[in-house]
């Protein structure tokens, strides 16, 4: 979800005039927000390109210093409605295949991203599953 987030950013309209990294942002124009790339900070996430499952811990809560560090379902009043149904569904599926399952993935695949309309890899997900008995 930090590392390849369903969505890749949005569209916002810029309420006032202001400077960004030395750029002037005139009102009216649209902004482009990329979510993987705000994922990614290092001033956020130490080690940001690393997969660490513990930094979102309550030890570390890497994600709640700065509001809308974490974005994977967009925040605010444009947060997604299906956030919570979504991680929970996520939750039990994972959940039944890993006790459930032995799983391979089939060779000779290219898993690169495509990431348009949403992130997945581009030969599809070839995988075998065995039901444990």
């Known amino acids: 979800m930090r590392l390849v987030p369903p969505v890749a950013g949005g569209f916002r309209r810029v ?5 960004f990294n030395n750029y002037q942002i005139p009102e009216g124009w649209m902004v482009l927000y990329q979510i993987n790339q705000l994922h990614k900070d290092s001033s956020i996430y130490s080690n940001p390109q690393e997969f660490d499952p513990d930094r979102f811990s ?3 809560a890497e994600d709640k210093p700065k509001p809308f560090t974490w974005i994977p379902f967009g925040g605010g009043a444009r947060e997604c409605v299906g956030k919570a149904f979504a991680m929970l569904a996520l939750r039990v599926f994972t959940a039944h295949l890993v006790q459930g399952y032995d799983w391979e ?3 000779d695949q290219n898993l690169e ?3 348009i ?3 997945s890899p581009r030969d599809g997900l070839r995988v075998k ?3 444990r008995g």
Do not use: G, I, K
Request: aromatic share 10%; glycine share 0%.
């Open 117 to 119: 309309p949403t992130p």
């Open 15 to 19: 309420l006032e005039s202001c400077e």
């Open 113 to 115: 991203f495509s990431m």
């Open 58 to 60: 309550l030890d570390r």
């Open 105 to 107: 993935l089939l060779p």
């Open 129 to 131: 599953f065995s039901r």
